[in-house]
């Protein structure tokens, strides 16, 4: 692990609790970059009144697939650390809560001007109404990280603000399928959440949003069976996914009734590009990453090895640190600002953001990571997580050895 000049540094003895380390944080206050996603709407409205171009209203994927991966280039990385001595007071700092919470209410405030603007807005055309809710189904994508990383937390009201923030969506299910799923089968062939070698973004995208849903609601029926929830079942009012589906249905229905039925389109383009970009980071997060099998059949447990990072300083601080996953998966509870940079833990080329692009066009994907994940084995392609109909293709591509290399242990 490596300190870098945006962490600062600290010496000596570990900071007691309640006392302010003279350690200072770097990025505490660039944080609150993060909460200028919901704003992009607001932004591409006063650009399209200052031009009278439509175009602006399209500033959702404009930020997203172009302004933030061209920033990640000119800035470059921070791969720094906060010191050990200070990670627990850091963790109680509550500013860092505030900056999540604080993108709650600015999300559902875009949310509902955006589809106000498509209600009322004269002279809007259908392509500038597409636009409006294309850019808020990008900031509502983002806030399922948002979500993701209040749905992590102990403390009960945080849990209830990820179900909040993952409402405009339709994506509930992924408090549940995320945690108590993706967590326990991840870089495994029975997770739905991560991708394989040789797969397509596209073949991806109907595997994992119908297993989450699937695996969601298994997770749900086994506790409530557990519970002894037996009268109603799996449709019981206990039941998480149906409560998280529940605020969706309420809110979509509140946006029908104050602008109409024309808006259901609407919401559904939205959802579906949101819950997409949400995918599409599981997609390049564990990419052909496999946990081996272990003599008594269980899998070895999660490391650093089993998940791809990026340090790439912008969209780190747009996404809370979502790139430092592989302590993330080590130490799901922890909070944003306290994530580690593991150097043992492999690298993507570029941030989140270009990564994502480069995802929806499979030749570009397959030349830029497929030899990555090769190399990542030591050209053992056999240790790979294969897409399985593609598997005798790829071990005859790369001439699997006939025995595991060290990296299998």
């Known amino acids: 692990m490596r300190e870098g000049s945006l962490s600062g540094s600290l010496s000596g003895r570990a900071v007691a609790e309640g006392e302010r380390p003279a350690w200072r944080d770097g990025k505490r206050y660039l944080w609150l970059l993060g909460t200028v996603v919901p704003l992009f709407l607001f932004l591409g409205w006063g650009l399209v009144n200052l031009t009278g171009l439509g175009v602006f209203w399209w500033i ?13 280039m000119m800035i470059g990385d921070d791969a720094s650390n906060a010191p050990e001595e200070v990670v627990a007071w850091l963790e109680q700092d509550r500013y860092y809560r505030w900056v999540t919470y604080l993108f709650l209410p600015l999300q559902f405030l875009s949310f509902f001007v955006g589809f106000w603007l498509i209600a009322t807005h004269g002279g809007l055309s259908i392509v500038d109404k597409i636009g409006i809710a294309v850019t808020v189904g990008m900031l509502n994508g983002i806030a399922i990280n948002t979500a993701h990383e209040l749905g992590h937390k102990k403390e009960h009201h ?5 179900r909040i923030a993952l409402a405009p969506c339709g994506y509930g299910h992924f408090f549940i399928e995320h945690n108590r799923g993706h967590h326990v089968r991840v870089a495994t062939a029975d997770d739905p959440a991560s991708s394989r070698l040789g797969e397509t973004f596209w073949g991806f995208w109907p595997r994992t949003v119908v297993g989450s849903v699937r695996n969601g609601w298994r997770l749900e029926k086994s506790r409530l069976r557990r519970m002894g929830s037996t009268r109603w079942g799996a449709w019981s009012l206990r039941n998480d996914v149906l409560n998280a589906w529940s605020m969706t ?25 949101a819950f997409s970009l949400l995918e599409a980071v599981n997609y390049l997060e ?9 003599p008594n059949g269980r899998f ?8 791809w990072n990026n340090n790439h300083l912008t969209t780190n601080l747009f996404l809370y640190h979502l790139q430092r996953h592989s302590d993330h998966h080590a130490n799901p509870t922890r909070r944003y600002q306290a994530l580690r940079h593991f150097d043992d833990s492999p690298q993507l080329p570029a941030g989140y953001a270009a990564m994502i692009v480069l995802a929806y066009f499979p030749p570009l994907w397959r030349r830029v ?12 392609v056999a240790l ?26």
Request: net charge positive.
């Open 249 to 273: 249905v309420v809110l979509w229905a509140a946006i029908v009734a104050l602008f109409g039925f024309g808006m259901l389109p609407y919401l559904v383009l939205q959802a579906v590009l």
């Open 158 to 162: 945080e849990r209830w603000f990820a």
């Open 286 to 294: 564990h990419y052909g990453l496999l946990r081996q099998t272990l």
């Open 384 to 409: 790979a997580n294969i897409q399985p109909r593609k598997r005798a293709k790829i071990l005859a591509r790369y001439g699997a050895p006939a025995a595991p290399t060290a990296s299998a242990a």
């Open 300 to 307: 070895e447990r999660v490391t650093p090895r089993h998940s």
């Open 369 to 380: 990571m497929d030899k990555r994940v090769l190399a990542h084995y030591n050209g053992d």
């Open 60 to 72: 959702g994927p404009m930020f997203v697939y172009a302004i933030i991966p061209a920033l990640d």
